[in-house]
């Protein structure tokens, strides 16, 4: 049991530092959001794209993953605005 394991969190290591990168890409696509954002007078909210983008996401995901994915990416969203709100 413990190679199993083992070997499973190593995959896991890896899936994270996958996710790290694209989060990283990410908030670099959020900086220059905050540019055109700011540039235009556009509020950091728009009330309703968030759960247009959420109810987005969770489309055809398992049902038994979907709140746990729209947990993590409003989680996501949070952190946008906040870099945003914070980089004025």
Known sequence: MGDV?????????????DILALVLKRLELVDQVAEVKRANKI??????????????LVTGVDSKYASYVR?????????SKRYQIEKD
């Open 71 to 79: 947990d993590l990416f409003t989680s996501i969203l949070d952190i």
């Open 5 to 17: 394991l083992a070997d499973l969190r190593k995959k896991i290591d890896v899936v994270d530092k």
């Open 43 to 56: 509020p950091v909210f728009v009330p309703g794209r968030e759960d247009e983008i959420l109810d987005g």
